[in-house]
Every structure is written in C-alpha cells, then in structure tokens.
C-alpha cells in the first residue's frame, strides 16, 4: 500500500506522521534544525506516493532545497487547497495552515456537526466549522507558556512558573493561582471559550495541540 508523509511545522517545533491509507504508521517530533535531514531521508523511500507540509514560519533554504528534492508531489497546506468545507474566512490568505489542518482533521472525524476546535500550542486558536460545512473563522490567543513567560516579564513579582506542577481549583499559593489562572483548565474554560459555546450552540469540540 502506498503511504503518505504528513509535516506540521510549528513555531517552536515540528511533528511529521506517516500514513498507509488512514492508517497511522510512525509519528516523529523534530526541532526546526533536524528539518533538512529528516527530508533528505525520505528522499529514497519509494513506498511513498505524495507528501503534504504545513508551516506558520517561513522555511530557510536550505530545508527548502530538501523539501524540493523530494521525488513524489510534495502540498503545500493553505487555503487554496480544495477542502471539504467552505472558508467563509474574509482573509484567506491570511489564515494559518496549522488551523486550517486542525479544522479539517476535525471535520473529517465528525462530518454534520457544528465543531469548536482547539488548538494548543504557542499560540491558543479557537475555529469554528458548522455542520452545514461552512468554516467561520475563529479566535488567537496568547499559548500557555506566553501566558506564563508574559506574567513573569511584565510584573516585578510574579515568578515563572512552569505549567506542570501542583493545581488547586482556587489557589492557595501563587505559583497554584498562577498555574490555575493560565493553565490548560484556564484556557478551554475561558469566557470566550463558553460564549463561543453559547452563541452557536456547538454540540462538539475537539481540542488538539
């Protein structure tokens, strides 16, 4: 069966899957130097049919001489690709791949439903698909670790804290008030996240990240 390489190319990091069919085969996490070599690995792997890349940062030459090498059609994720919903999105040229993939890997999953999805990562993006399949566009806001790092750095206090640790529902040290204030819990929870929830009356989420 012939397979296909998947690259998400995020602000701090990278992640690839390879596929037979729907079938997830080997995942890979990677740091955005590694990413001209492990490219240049899969140039002599001939099981595989085609290749998709999504990237919020712009690629260097050097990995996209790898990327170019590659001897099987190689997308590019953006929102010229054809979907399988609508982008009602005023600016899509503008829109993220990584929200664009998050959406539609969403949608594939639960066709007919109106979704939130989320996504954590540098950044917290909130997208909204209908089940009608048309794509509203959504929400960015600051990630977990900028929250934690944006805290540390603007007060003259307030310490950095990491987001793993010890959690309270009400903090009962500042480290817990912070971590609770800014955490994974904080983020899906938010006032925007069950307003989004309220005005559109969304049966299901997904959260990914």
């Not at 701090?12 to 240049?40: M, Q, T, W, Y």
């Not at 090498?69 to 009602?88: E, G, H, N, T, V």
């Amino acid at each position: 069966m012939s397979r296909q390489l998947i690259v998400d190319i995020g602000n701090s990091s990278a992640k690839a899957a390879l596929f037979e069919g729907d079938i997830l085969v080997e995942e890979f996490r990677l740091e955005h130097e590694a990413l001209p070599c492990f490219f240049a690995g899969w140039t002599v792997d001939d099981s595989i049919r085609a290749a998709i890349v999504s990237t919020v940062i712009p690629l260097n030459d050097e990995v996209e001489q790898a990327i170019g090498q590659l001897p099987y059609p190689c997308l590019r994720m953006s929102a010229r690709l054809k979907m399988p919903f609508r982008i009602a999105y005023r600016t899509p040229d503008t829109l993220g791949p990584d929200r664009l993939a998050a959406v539609a890997e969403a949608y594939a999953q639960k066709p007919g439903h109106d979704l939130l999805v989320i996504d954590m990562g540098t950044a917290i993006t909130y997208d909204l698909v209908t089940a009608e399949g048309v794509y509203l566009g959504g929400n960015i806001s600051p990630g977990i670790d900028m929250r934690f790092k944006a805290l540390n750095h603007f007060t003259g206090k307030l310490p950095l804290v990491d987001k793993v640790g010890e959690r309270h529902a009400i903090g009962i040290t500042t480290e817990t008030a912070l971590r609770e204030g800014h955490g994974k819990r904080s983020a899906t929870r938010s006032t925007q996240f069950d307003a989004v929830l309220h005005l559109f009356g969304l049966s299901t989420n997904s959260l990914t990240g």
